[in-house]
C-alpha cells in the first residue's frame, strides 16, 4: 500500500524542509500548498537505469561524405 502524501504550507515546508528532506530520501513524498491548495510536490529522485553500451550497434552506419560541405543552398539557409 502506498504512503499518503505529507501536506505542508509554504511557511511549514520552509522551516522544516531538512525534516522533510529526510521523509522524501525515505520514499515519501510531500505536497507544498498554498492557501490549501497544492502548488508543488516534493518527490524522489527515481533510480538511474544501468545504459548498456553498444545496444544499438548496427542499427545505422555513418555515410563516408557525413562531414562534407552542404550544398549552398542549404547552407545559405542557416543564415538568412
Do not use: N
Not at 513524498?29 to 538511474?48: H, M, W, Y
Amino acid at each position: 500500500m502506498a504512503k499518503s502524501a505529507i501536506q505542508v504550507g509554504v511557511h511549514e515546508a520552509k522551516t522544516r524542509l531538512s525534516e522533510l528532506l529526510r521523509a522524501v530520501a525515505a520514499g515519501q513524498e510531500v505536497d507544498i500548498l498554498r492557501s490549501g491548495e497544492p502548488i508543488a510536490k516534493i518527490i524522489p529522485f527515481a533510480p538511474r537505469s544501468v545504459r548498456e553500451i553498444g545496444v544499438d550497434e548496427g542499427r545505422f552506419t555513418v555515410p563516408d561524405d557525413f562531414d562534407a560541405p552542404l550544398p549552398d543552398d542549404i547552407e545559405d539557409s542557416f543564415y538568412r
